[in-house]
């Protein structure tokens, strides 16, 4: 199983970022995924996640109406267009498989990518 997430990098406070997480060794067209985040000093948290078609996605408030999650099952793709971005969304960016039923975040993460807002 691999992970590789990309798009992350330094914005001002307003601006927007996508984010792309591809992946492999796994089926993921049937597999419900997520995006978690770990601040620098702070534990990991849970942002948004989507069914297996797309169907249905779900947000951490802070993120509802700033973000969106998205996936490309032909392409074995995850994302994350993150707009209006505040200084509190610094973290680090973790895509992972998700379990909607259970709320259950798969134990591997792949090697994240670092989101820095800061004006």
């Known amino acids: 199983v691999q992970f590789v997430a990309s798009g992350g990098g330094m914005v001002q406070p307003g601006e927007s970022l996508r984010l792309s997480c591809t992946t492999s060794g796994f089926t993921f067209s049937i597999s419900e995924m997520c995006w978690v985040r770990q601040a620098p000093g702070k534990k990991p948290e849970w942002v948004s996640a989507?069914?297996?078609?797309?169907?249905?996605?779900y947000y951490k408030d802070s993120v509802k109406g700033r973000f969106t999650i998205s996936r490309d099952n032909a392409k074995n793709t995850l994302y994350l267009q993150m707009n209006s971005v505040k200084p509190e969304d610094t973290a680090l960016y973790f895509c992972?498989?998700?379990?909607?039923?259970?709320?259950?975040?798969?134990?591997?993460w792949g090697q994240g990518t670092q989101v820095t807002v800061s004006s």
């Open positions: 992972a498989r998700y379990d909607i039923a259970t709320m259950a975040i798969d134990d591997y």
């Open positions: 989507i069914s297996t078609e797309g169907r249905s996605t």
